[in-house]
Structure formats: structure tokens, C-alpha cells
């Protein structure tokens, strides 16, 4: 018995000690699945937290980098100002206004043999908001005549919305102009719904039905045809995500359009869709949201857009570039015209509504009509006085709003002007001015407002920029500046001055020995002579006189911030400046002495329309008036009996303008600088390669400017007269006092006291009206 216990009691021990190897792989396999099913719990509970946040803080925070946007001065409106129906209908086009038989909405305008109805759209100025208004402008010639608003009261004042004419770009080059759902046209919101996601209202960012319903398509047409992407998911993909196509990407795009649609309304997410959409591409700039592909394409806000227009906006966005209106019309209109058959299947449209916008053409405007981005010398120079105030990135985000004085219609007139003048140059020179190259700025001598600038011929050209960064030599152009420092150390207009060769020894041994362009002297010549006719070695002989030190003070005093060495090579413009800085200088003579420093930006506001910047007129007497009145007189002179003679061959006599010309060594740079009431010019030819050249001032740059005036009728040159200036007539071969009637006498001004004292023995006068005697001085030529 003791035997059978043990035996027994042996087996029940090992019975206990050793469990049955099936249930124990089992459990384990369980707690294996468990702790991973855990894991994965707690690793995907984590990720959907890390998700949510991510959706929610770029959704509510600042969602788009905005460039800032850099506007055109605003036309302003008033009766006697010299517009004509033409230059309206230039300023109407820039702003992508349509010209119908009945201007009824805003943005659109109709025309008259003598008048204009135009609908302006309004516009959110920085002194407050304008409402669009029915205005008629009437015009009498080339002359705005009366402003009528909608109920025929007369207006003294109206201005239009500024052109927007550029932005500065964040690095990824995106470009967008915001709008609210409230701005989309109800045809717009229909047709991306009924092309793109006709559940968009009933799904929960993701639709089960939309994405069988595409496997379906892509399985019947053995490739693939049709995505399943919700307008949720395609906004997840854009705005959080990338284009890439991997497994990854798509397991994280179909819950963040869950969490999305989870946190906000459908009409949130489908405003920021309608912002956030790629539409096309501009060299480096991408074209996103309808808001701007609305102007990119048709020039127009988006609310001004008709059925056809949405349609086409819809329909490109399953391939921008595909159905790129601009590069595939056809297959732009046969997407588009799907998009109408859907709208009208959907019920949103009737049939004939669909049959009109079927027959419709794309209506897209050609890229090179645009004023945004037709500019880039001007915005250059808006770029530049930014930057020193601005870092880049509040420039490039933060939906800066900045107001320029660019005049959209200064600038087709000094564009056109260079253009056409530089290709009737090269087609009577032929081969010597091929390359011929050239560059203007147009600004207003009564503020200093900089309105145009041209950088080159290509007039589109992004790259160099000759109007700002072309230092060449300015030849006589620097001679005011001679004639000036001596008028006030003394000389007067009558002085008698030799024009005799002249040498100087220089520091380095060499003689520096200035020569006249015929080649010959002149001998005694008075003073305004000298300078009208441009002579080098009377002028030579001047500056040395005075000193030239004092020459390059007065260059300071002009406005010149450029270091200059006072060389005697100076005095004959071996100096090399850039247009926009002979602009300067001739505008603080044309502002009778006062400095007013040129701009090109009026103000800066936030993207709330808050003030940030201001840059009012600034304005500081750096010369005295009265000698800047002699030399103003004195190139008047210039473009009547001077160098520029050849201006009123194609000017009227009555218009009265003010200028020099300029021919470097060689004749390799063609200068004219000059002005009239409201507009100064600086013209500048020339060869990129510093090559000589078939012109001088007055047969090259000369004529762009007079063409330039001839387009824009400026407002005559008024010299004011200092109190300290009397005329007097004066025998002009020896400077001696003389009389009205006799032989070779001229009526110069003087600053009083400085008045020649010895008489020529026909007697002499003091006038007291001088605008008289400019008047008769001028008919007397």
C-alpha cells in the first residue's frame, strides 16, 4: 500500500508541475496581442492628440503668409484737369473695368463721344472707405470738363480704387489675395461642389460613397480616372500636408479631415479652401485661392465674375496646368463646358443659362495687360526704400498695404516714348545702336513724388535696373551746378566769360585740356550764352574760377549723396551718376532751391488699414531763390536758342519748359534732364558696353523726353519770382546796361544790386512784371 500511495502521490506531483502546453502559448499569444493592441492604442491615441493639435493651431492661428501689397496712386477726378478720354480709358483697363453699353454694376464703364459712365467699385482708402458710385465725366477736348454723380449733382472731387500694381513675395513664392464665402459667387460654391465633392454637406471630412465610387471608375477604366478626395481632404492635403503620394501621407490626411470637420462649420473649411487652392503659376510666383486667380485671369475682382468665368476657375482646379486657359484654351473650354453640364444636371443652372455661358469665349486677359507685375523698375525702387525700414519677413506676411505715387499713366507714356524713340533711332542708325539701351524717371517737381521709372527697353525686365543702378558719366548735364556756384559767388547772367582753351596741370603730371564739341572757340561770351550753347572750355575756365570745391558743395546742396572727388574733369561731368540722382539734382533746381527728397511710397498701413508709415512731403531751402531764378531762366534759354532748340519743333511755343542736355566723352551716353510745370524727366541712352554712339543729347535722349511732354501736356513752367530779382535790358555782346529798343539788347534777370552799372549808351530799363517779359522774351525768339 505504501508503495501505491508513493507511486501515487508521484504522479500527482507531476500532474501539478507541469501545465498543458497548449493553454500556455495561448495566454501567452493573448497577453502578446493584448500589451500590442495596448500599445497601438496608446500610440494612435497619441497621434490623433499630436494630429488635433496640429489641425487646430494652423486653422486658428495665422494661417497664409501675405505678402505685402503695393498699390498705384488712385486717379483723383476733378473739372480743368488735363485728362482725356483716352488717358481714362488707360487708367479703366489697368483696373480690369469692362466697357458695356449700360455700366450697371460696379467695375464697368461706357462711353460717349464727349463723356464717360463709370461705376466705380469703391475702395477701403486709408482715410476711410469709399462706396462704389455711378459717376459721369464729362470732357471738353483733351480736358475733364464736369463730374455728375447718379443723381446729376456736380462733384468737385472723385477719385478711383488704385490699381494694385505688385506684392512682396514669402519664400515659397506663394501668392494670394483672401476673400470671405460671402465674396464667392453663389455659381462658384455650385460648381466646385458638383465637380469636386457633391456630398461635401452630408460626409464627415471623409466619404466612404465618394471614395467606392471612385475605385469603381478607376477599376472599369483599368487606370486611374477619378480620386475620392473630399474638398476636406484636398484642403488637408494643401494647407497641412504635401503633394507627395505615399501610404504615410494618405494615413494621415483621412483623420485630419475627420478632426477638421470634427472642430469647424463646412462653410469654414470651405472658405479656406477657396483660399488655399493652387490655380496656376507665373514664373516663380504660385497663383493660389480664386481670389487672385480671379484677377491673374480676368483682371477682375472675383464678384465681378460672370457664370462662364466661375465655371473655368472651377474646372481648372483638377489640373492647373493642364486646363491652363492661357496654354490649352481647348481643353480649358471642354472642362469648362463639363462643369456648365453638371451645374445645369445639379439643378443650379437652367439650360439656356447654360447654353449662353457655353457660347462664351474663356475671356481671359493676356498676362502682359496686367498692371500687377508690369512694373518692376518702379517696384524696385518701392523695394528699396522699404527695406530700410521693414525686415523682410513683416514685408512678406504680414498683409502690409502699401501706397505708392507710381501714375500708371506717366508710365505707358515714358515707356511708349523710349520704345518707340529707341527703334527709330536704331532703324536710321542701324547696326552702332543695335544693342542701344535706355532708362527714364518721371517725377512730379512740386512734391518730389517720383511717378515712373523705367529701367530698361524691355520695359518688363525684372533684372538690371538702369533708372537706379546705371552709373554713367553725365556729361554737361552737371554744368547748372557750375553756372549756379558761380551765380552766387557774383556772376550774373550777362557776365562776359572767355571760351578759350584752357590747360591744367594735373597732380599726376598729365594736362588736362578741355575742347568744345564743334572743336572751336568762341572767345567772350556772356554767361547765359555759355551755358545754353554748352561750351566746354568757358565752362571749364568758370568752374576753376569759382573753385571746385564749391561745385561739388553746390552738388550737395542739389541733393547729391554720392561721395564726388572735386576733380577739374568734374566741372564737364566725368562724375558718374545714375538717373534717378540726376533727378534729384534738377529737382531742387525746378523747386526753386527748396530740396525736396524724392520718394516713391505715400504711406504704409497694416492689413487692418492702420497707419504704420507716413512719408509726407518734406521740403528744405538749400539754395537761395535767386539764383536758382537766374539759372532756371537760363535753361529756358537752352530748349529755345540752345542745345535743345529742336523741343519746340514738336512742342507748343506757349508750353514753357526747362532743361539741358548731355554727351559724355565719345558720345557714349545721350543725357537730357529737364521740366516743366508738373513733371521733371530724366532720359538716359546708351550702350551696355560703354561703346560709343551715333547720338549726343539733343539727337537722342532729347527726343524721348519731347515725346514724353508732347503725350503728357504738362502744365507750363512758371518761374516765381524772388523779391530780390529785378529785369533789366542789357546790350548782350558786352553786358552793358541798354534799352528796350536797341540793337542786341536782352532782358536778363539780376538779383538787385548786381545789375551791370555802366550803360552801352542806348539807355536802360527796369521792368517790374517779369512774366510779362518772359512772355514777350519768348515770342521774340
Not at 495566454?27 to 490623433?48: D, I, M
Not at 478711383?160 to 464665402?181: F, H, K, S, T, V
Not at 533727378?583 to 532751391?593: D, K, P
Amino acid at each position: 500500500m505504501a508503495k501505491k500511495r508513493g507511486a501515487a502521490s508521484s504522479r500527482s506531483q507531476k500532474s501539478r508541475k507541469t501545465p498543458p502546453k497548449k493553454s500556455s502559448w495561448k495566454r501567452r499569444l493573448f497577453k502578446l496581442l493584448l500589451k500590442l493592441t495596448l500599445v497601438v492604442l496608446v500610440v494612435a491615441g497619441a497621434g490623433l492628440v499630436y494630429l488635433d493639435a496640429q489641425v487646430k493651431a494652423k486653422f486658428e492661428g495665422k494661417r497664409w503668409a501675405l505678402p505685402a501689397k503695393v498699390y498705384a496712386r488712385p486717379l483723383e477726378l476733378f473739372p480743368g484737369q488735363n485728362l482725356s478720354r483716352e488717358d481714362l480709358k488707360i487708367e479703366l483697363k489697368g483696373l480690369g473695368y469692362q466697357f458695356t453699353a449700360q455700366a450697371s454694376q460696379p467695375g464697368s464703364a461706357e462711353w460717349a463721344s464727349s463723356r464717360a459712365r463709370v461705376y466705380t467699385r469703391g475702395f477701403d482708402f486709408p482715410d476711410g472707405p469709399e462706396d462704389a458710385r455711378k459717376l459721369l465725366i464729362e470732357f471738353r477736348g483733351d480736358q475733364l470738363s464736369a463730374i455728375r454723380d447718379a443723381s446729376g449733382r456736380s462733384l468737385p472731387l472723385a477719385r478711383l480704387e488704385p490699381a494694385l500694381i505688385g506684392g512682396i513675395y514669402p519664400r515659397d513664392n506663394e501668392d494670394r489675395d483672401l476673400i470671405q464665402l460671402s465674396e464667392a459667387p453663389q455659381h462658384l460654391v455650385d460648381a466646385l461642389i458638383a465637380i469636386e465633392d457633391r456630398n461635401y454637406y452630408n460626409h464627415y471630412g471623409v466619404s466612404p460613397r465618394g471614395i467606392a465610387r471612385a475605385m469603381v471608375a478607376n477599376v472599369k477604366a483599368k487606370r486611374f480616372v477619378q480620386g475620392g478626395s473630399t474638398l476636406t481632404q484636398q484642403l488637408i492635403k494643401n494647407f497641412y500636408l504635401s503633394s507627395e503620394r505615399s501610404l504615410s501621407r494618405k494615413l494621415a490626411e483621412i483623420p485630419m479631415a475627420m478632426l477638421l470637420d470634427l472642430h469647424y462649420s463646412k462653410d469654414e473649411i470651405l472658405e479656406a479652401y477657396l483660399n488655399e487652392v493652387y490655380l496656376g503659376q507665373e514664373g516663380a510666383r504660385a497663383i493660389h485661392g480664386f481670389g487672385l486667380a480671379s484677377q491673374y485671369f480676368f483682371a477682375q475682382p472675383i464678384r465681378e465674375l460672370k457664370l462662364h468665368q466661375v465655371a473655368l476657375l472651377a474646372a481648372m482646379v483638377k489640373g492647373p496646368s493642364y486646363y491652363d486657359p492661357r496654354r490649352h484654351p481647348q481643353r480649358a473650354i471642354q472642362r469648362r463646358n463639363l462643369v456648365l453640364q453638371v451645374l445645369q444636371e445639379q439643378g443650379n443652372i437652367t439650360a439656356a443659362e447654360r447654353f449662353k455661358a457655353e457660347q462664351q469665349s474663356l475671356g481671359v486677359v493676356k498676362q502682359q495687360s496686367l498692371l500687377k507685375g508690369a512694373y518692376p523698375a518702379y517696384m524696385d525702387l518701392v523695394k528699396r526704400q522699404l527695406r530700410e525700414e521693414y525686415p523682410e519677413e513683416a514685408l512678406s506676411s504680414e498683409g502690409l498695404r502699401v501706397f505708392t505715387a507710381l501714375d500708371p499713366i506717366a508710365q505707358i507714356r515714358a515707356e511708349r516714348s523710349l520704345v518707340e524713340v529707341v527703334a527709330k533711332l536704331q532703324k536710321r542708325h542701324g547696326k552702332p545702336v543695335k544693342e542701344l539701351e535706355g532708362s527714364m524717371v518721371v517725377s512730379n517737381p512740386l512734391s518730389g513724388e517720383v511717378l515712373a521709372v523705367v529701367g530698361g527697353r524691355n520695359t518688363r525686365y525684372q533684372g538690371f535696373n538702369r533708372a537706379l543702378d546705371a552709373l554713367r558719366p553725365v556729361g554737361s548735364l552737371i554744368k547748372p551746378a557750375v553756372y549756379l556756384t558761380a551765380l552766387e559767388e557774383g556772376y550774373t547772367l550777362s557776365s562776359i566769360i572767355e571760351d578759350e582753351p584752357v590747360d591744367v596741370q594735373l597732380p599726376n603730371g598729365d594736362v588736362w585740356q578741355p575742347k568744345n564739341y564743334s572743336r572751336s572757340s568762341h572767345g567772350l561770351v556772356p554767361l547765359h550764352s555759355a551755358l545754353a550753347h554748352s561750351y566746354n572750355q568757358s565752362t571749364a575756365r568758370l568752374g576753376l574760377e569759382v573753385g571746385t570745391g564749391k561745385v561739388v558743395d553746390m552738388l550737395k546742396r542739389l541733393g547729391l549723396q554720392r561721395d564726388v572727388k572735386a576733380y577739374p574733369s568734374m566741372l564737364l561731368g566725368s562724375t558718374a551718376l545714375s538717373p534717378l540722382e540726376v533727378a534729384q539734382l534738377y529737382q531742387t533746381i525746378a523747386g526753386n532751391g527748396f530740396q525736396v527728397p524724392m520718394r516713391a511710397i505715400r504711406m504704409v498701413t497694416d492689413s487692418h488699414n492702420e497707419e504704420l508709415s507716413r512719408y509726407p512731403f518734406s521740403i528744405m531751402q538749400t539754395v537761395a531763390g535767386g539764383p536758382v531764378h537766374l539759372i532756371q531762366y537760363a535753361l529756358q534759354e537752352v530748349v529755345t536758342e540752345g542745345t535743345a532748340r529742336s523741343v519746340y519743333s514738336r512742342l507748343p511755343r506757349e508750353l514753357v519748359v526747362a532743361g539741358k542736355t548731355g554727351t559724355t566723352n565719345d558720345q557714349r551716353d545721350s543725357w537730357f534732364a529737364g521740366f516743366a510745370g508738373d513733371r521733371l524727366a530724366v532720359v538716359w541712352l546708351g550702350l551696355d558696353d560703354n561703346k560709343p554712339l551715333p547720338l549726343t543729347g539733343s539727337s537722342g535722349a532729347l527726343r524721348v523726353w519731347t515725346e514724353f511732354m508732347k503725350q503728357s501736356r504738362p502744365q507750363p513752367f512758371m518761374a516765381e519770382r524772388p523779391e530780390d530779382i529785378e529785369y533789366h535790358w542789357v546790350e548782350d555782346a558786352t553786358g552793358l546796361m541798354s534799352g528796350e529798343g536797341c540793337e542786341g539788347a536782352r532782358q536778363l534777370p539780376f538779383i538787385k544790386g548786381s545789375e551791370p552799372q555802366e550803360s552801352s549808351g542806348c539807355g536802360d530799363t527796369i521792368v517790374s512784371n517779369p512774366l510779362e517779359l518772359f512772355k514777350r522774351w519768348f515770342r521774340s525768339e
